[in-house]
């Protein structure tokens, strides 16, 4: 594992806030991501880790906060420019684009590295077809990563889970991102795939240095494999720090057994 | 056995993104190819069966490749985007009225500021062009409703366009350039000098822009900007968090979709019907088209072809064949039955196969590799 820099945070989240309604999905919460590391979340159901993630990409509109990616501070994301500035994002119960294959969901990643303009793609000549080819060469590296080869060419709406999980993981490689946030990466899955998903998650982190967070419910997964662990819960954080530090905790051992009365 | 693509190896990754990666799909077509571009027009020319009369030129093949490319346009924004349009006729209305009053010069007085805007009337191949860009321009306007609503709530907004457009063209006399009788004549078929007057003059001006505009649309869809569509088709929210802008996908859709259709509607006017009214362009035939495209296979450019094929040679065979055959029938009631049958043929079709004769060539495909045996 790259040992993180502590001096070199890529993210940071300042008292962020998000409410719907009378609901109130995220209090305050401050934390940061440092470059190269991998940062779980944590918490039990509805403690607002998801929630964090849309903020964090741009998906939800905090009521207040700030949000500091690679220098500059925003009072918001917005999803393009998140995705433009280098952060890509998984979902909880998978988001692929069902009508079309594999291979072409994990292209879809590249639409932000594309340079041709349109008129060279309407003739798919010289330059737009080397590019293409370009962008393809890239997309099987990621399709020979995620060990997928054999499934390229089929429509992502019939593959099992587990796999679909794997290609929805390669579409966020192909943007080649900063900052990868994975939603509960292995939910539904069983051990072997975790394995795997682990080991991929790992490699990514170890490879292309990326920096992940990652929200999990398995805590053997968490503990082995996030640098370090933020616990939600209520929406509001209620421990940070090394996986050590927060399997100690006596806040979290609370929250998630509950306290005796 | 013959369609097997064993032994085929792709050495780079151009050949594998090929339209046609199968060595025998690109023969079957360059046969398609030969016999549309080389085979029809001397067949017609010394008029051996079954082009004994222009019939079957001007009265099938002459629509159905102006459908087509019709169709195609309708599939970008239905089937690849995944915007619900009913407004398919009237971006045709747009495109022919547009080359019409291109190619007859156009007047626009301004009585109040003291002077007029004139254009000179334009060579015929300019004006269908420009009257698909004119129409690209007017389907980028009526796209934008489409960043807000989204499904039927779509469909009722472009239903709006079809209505608005129906009305305007029926009761502004100035695109009709004050023709008293409402209808409007195309001007003579002149480019650079070759004059397209016979049958298969026509045919062949036709097959050409439908084969031009359906290699490019071919290359857009299984492109990038197609890949944007189909993403925000399928779910929005992601493409979005992959970087993707739902406003220049979606009014990409509406442009590209129009200006193909507006030049079929161009087409439409000038090489087939040549002189026409408004009705020409009515809701029915927005319907049409979107039936075409569903029955074809949504997000399927081979989908449009056989979709339109279907639409516009059933009821044609369902009217003669009873006389063919010999049936004593009264015309009433093979009309009657026309109707009939075709409308559960298309319950049967799409109950079995909702994805349409794309969907089903493709499963034949599949099916015909592993042929003869099951697996």
Redesign the interface.
């Known amino acids: 594992m790259r040992a993180p820099d502590t001096d070199d945070i890529l993210l940071q989240v300042e008292r962020v806030a998000l409410s719907f309604g009378g609901v109130k999905a995220l209090r305050d919460v401050s934390f940061n991501i440092r470059k190269g590391e991998i940062r779980a979340i944590i918490g039990p159901n509805g403690a607002g880790k998801t929630s964090m993630l849309n903020v964090i990409n741009g998906f939800y509109r905090p009521n207040h906060g700030a949000i500091t990616f690679k220098g500059r501070t925003r009072a918001k994301m917005q999803p393009f420019e998140a995705a433009r500035g280098g952060i890509a994002r998984t979902f909880q119960n998978v988001a692929l684009f069902k009508g079309m294959s594999a291979l072409d969901n994990i292209m879809a990643g590249r639409t932000l590295k594309v340079r041709c303009g349109v008129l060279w793609q309407l003739l798919r000549f010289g330059p737009a077809l080397a590019e293409e080819v370009e962008h393809r060469r890239k997309v099987e590296e990621i399709i020979d990563f995620l060990e997928i080869e054999t499934i390229r060419k089929v429509p992502v709406g019939r593959l099992p889970y587990g796999l679909q999980k794997r290609v929805e993981l390669g579409r966020a490689l192909a943007m080649e991102p900063d900052l990868l946030l994975l939603d509960e990466p292995m939910a539904g899955m069983n051990l072997e795939e975790k394995e795997d998903m682990s080991r991929f998650i790992m490699d990514v982190n170890n490879h292309f240095g990326t920096t992940i967070a990652l929200i999990e419910h398995d805590m053997a997964v968490v503990m082995d494999l996030s640098d370090r662990v933020a616990v939600l819960d209520h929406g509001v954080k209620i421990a940070d720090g090394t996986p050590d530090e927060v399997k100690r905790s006596q806040t979290v051992i609370d929250a998630y057994l509950g306290i005796a009365h | 056995m013959l369609y097997r693509e064993a032994g085929q190896f792709k050495t780079?990754?151009?050949e594998?993104?090929a339209i046609f990666p199968i060595r025998q799909d690109r023969i079957a077509l360059a046969i398609l190819l030969g016999i549309a571009f080389i085979g029809v027009p001397l067949l017609a020319t010394f008029r051996i069966w079954p082009f004994g009369s222009d019939y079957l030129l001007w009265a099938i093949l002459l629509p159905f490749l102006i459908l087509a490319l019709a169709a195609i346009g309708t599939n970008i924004l239905v089937g690849y985007c995944g915007q619900i349009s009913l407004g398919s006729g009237a971006f045709m209305a747009i495109g022919a009225y547009s080359a019409y009053k291109l190619a007859t010069g156009v007047h626009i007085p301004l009585a109040s500021l003291g002077f007029a805007i004139a254009i000179p009337p334009l060579p015929v191949l300019a004006s269908i062009l420009l009257g698909g860009f004119m129409s690209a321009g007017v389907g980028i306007l009526f796209g934008i409703p489409s960043l807000r609503i989204k499904g039927l709530y779509l469909a009722v907004a472009t239903l709006a366009a079809q209505f608005f457009f129906d009305w305007a063209f029926l009761r502004l006399p100035w695109f009709t350039n004050y023709a008293p009788s409402g209808s409007v004549n195309a001007p003579e078929l002149d480019f650079f000098g070759v004059v397209v007057r016979t049958p298969v003059e026509r045919y062949l001006l036709c097959l050409l822009f439908v084969t031009v505009l359906a290699v490019?649309a071919k290359?857009?869809v299984?492109?990038?900007?197609g890949?944007?569509w189909?993403?925000i088709?399928?779910?929005d929210?992601?493409?979005?968090?992959?970087?993707?802008?739902p406003l220049y996908a979606k009014l990409?859709a509406f442009a590209v979709s129009s200006f193909i259709i507006g030049v079929a509607g161009a087409l439409w006017g000038f090489v087939y019907l040549g002189s026409w009214e408004p009705l020409a362009f009515s809701i029915e035939r927005s319907l049409d088209l979107l039936f075409m495209v569903i029955i074809g296979g949504l997000?399927s450019i081979m989908g449009s072809f056989i979709g339109a094929a279907f639409i516009l040679i059933v009821p044609i065979l369902l009217n003669v064949l009873p006389t063919e055959l010999g049936l004593p029938l009264s015309t009433q009631t093979i009309t009657h039955l026309q109707f009939i049958i075709f409308g559960s043929l298309i319950c049967y079709l799409l109950i079995k196969e909702p994805h349409g004769f794309a969907r089903l060539i493709s499963i034949g495909k599949e099916k015909l590799r592993l042929w003869p045996f099951p697996y």
């Open positions: 780079t990754y151009a594998d993104m490019l290359n857009l299984r492109g990038n900007l890949r944007q189909m993403a088709r399928d779910m929210i992601a493409a979005e968090l992959i970087g993707i802008r990409t997000g």
